[in-house]
């Protein structure tokens, strides 16, 4: 019997270090937190004589026998006083009224026997909550693991047309829920080539997209999103833009962002270029203040800094914006070369400020679009404009559907994903019955 531990960050990936070394048929007997991760102890050829029976945890079992004793005290106190509340207490639970053979007698409460030395209430240690509850979690990642891997073995098998599909999906980098629906919408199609083609065109009936472009609609425009998504590069093509097509004098541009080097003295460039006024916005000051000499302007521009969630500064910036005298439509800026991990964060920071829609940048960089498509269409953004270069204003373009899934097909991964991949991505549908594939 071979016997090792495996040290990584969380439940995923130990099981993914135990499958790559041990294999499939690898035992786990054992996990527990540690500093900066947890600890798995796998074996191969397993068998449960092999090894020594597992220390029990004392603070647990006397914490245990406690409650145990607890529970028959209070039983005993129950049962003592039910004997003297029995006439009431079938009056009240079983509605008969009381007879001449069960005269109404003035219950008595008879004092429930003390032990000699008073049972205080023991203070739980948390510790001892906080093992369990570690493995417990760590028990549920293992089972989801075990269920994703079973589901995806048993797709392959008796449904292979079903779970090719779900590798295409899977290379162009949609999530495993927005893969499942557009699936379940091509059940009866049996034949593969027009069952892809349906999803495509399922997955680009998905994507929502203004009906008119925001610079027509007018107003107040905020680019809202983390840093080095792209936001004030994306001001400047959307202010070259308008320039070009009505002329300088119904727009201005605001900059709230006083935390990066060079940023006011950026915007300010691109206002003398554009013969555009530039107003700044420093912290504290009165967003509604600022913009108020602006107001005749067709068109107003905000750049935002880019902060991170943690950061007091981000949540006033915010609450300016989602101020009652401002009536500004916030874009969340995502670049799409961004990690799934960084864009659902990025969302659930700045949605608080109220967000009419969404715009892609570095479309011409990126490896994959599946992950942004994939937040844009669970969450219900609008896709508002793309960029894909640095071109002011040429690389900026209105959004069409179709072309949009056609080039995140284009740019999908030219390689199969692995099992594990797989087996992991069906392991996140488990995390609640509705979810569940198969």
Not at 29 to 39: F, K, L, M, P, Y
Not at 81 to 109: C, H, I, K, M, Y
Not at 158 to 187: C, F, H, V
């Amino acid at each position: 019997m071979q016997v090792k531990r495996f040290f990584a960050a969380d439940m995923r990936q130990a099981m993914k270090l135990v499958r790559d070394e041990l294999g499939a048929d690898a035992a786990i007997i054992g996990n527990r937190r540690i500093a900066g991760g947890v600890e798995l102890t796998a074996a191969l050829d397993y068998t449960p004589s092999a090894l020594a029976p597992r220390v029990p945890n004392m603070e647990l079992e006397d914490e245990l026998r406690k409650t145990a004793s607890r529970i028959v005290s209070a039983q005993a106190e129950l049962s003592m006083r039910g004997d003297s509340d029995a006439s009431t207490n079938r009056q009240l639970f079983a509605g008969l009224p009381l007879t001449a053979a069960e005269p109404l007698v003035e219950p008595t409460f008879v004092e429930p026997q003390r032990p000699a030395a008073p049972v205080q209430a023991a203070a739980v240690d948390q510790r001892v909550f906080d093992s369990m509850r570690f493995e417990l979690n760590g028990l549920r990642e293992l089972l989801e693991v075990q269920l994703g891997s079973l589901a995806w073995n048993q797709l392959q098998g008796s449904k292979p047309q079903q779970a090719n599909l779900w590798r295409r999906l899977q290379r162009i980098g949609l999530s495993g829920p927005l893969s499942r629906d557009l699936l379940e919408l091509t059940t009866e199609i049996e034949e593969p080539r027009q069952a892809w083609r349906m999803l495509l065109a399922h997955l680009a009936r998905m994507i929502v997209t203004p009906e008119v472009e925001p610079l027509e609609e007018g107003g107040v425009i905020a680019m809202v999103g983390p840093a080095g998504m792209g936001k004030t590069t994306t001001l400047a093509k959307l202010a070259a833009r308008y320039v070009l097509k009505y002329g300088a004098q119904n727009i201005a541009l605001v900059s709230m962002d006083s935390y990066r080097i060079g940023a006011q003295e950026q915007l300010k460039t691109l206002g003398r270029i554009l013969n555009v006024p530039v107003t700044h916005v420093d912290p504290g000051q009165s967003l509604a203040n600022a913009l108020d000499p602006l107001l005749r302007k067709r068109v107003v521009l905000i750049d935002t800094a880019g902060l991170q969630a943690s950061d007091p500064a981000l949540r006033m910036q915010l609450e300016s914006l989602a101020g009652r005298g401002i009536k500004s439509r916030n874009y969340l800026v995502l670049a799409t070369t961004s990690q799934k991990q960084v864009l659902t964060a990025a969302y659930h920071s700045y949605k608080r400020c109220g967000l009419a829609g969404c715009i892609l940048t570095k479309l011409d960089e990126t490896a994959s679009l599946g992950e942004v498509l994939s937040l844009a269409i669970s969450h219900e953004l609008p896709v508002a404009y793309l960029t894909d270069g640095p071109r002011i204003p040429d690389d900026l373009h209105l959004p069409r559907r179709h072309q949009l899934v056609s080039r995140a097909v284009s740019v999908q991964m030219q390689e199969e994903p692995s099992e594990e991949a797989m087996a992991d991505m069906f392991a996140d549908l488990y995390h609640s019955p509705a979810k569940r594939v198969g």
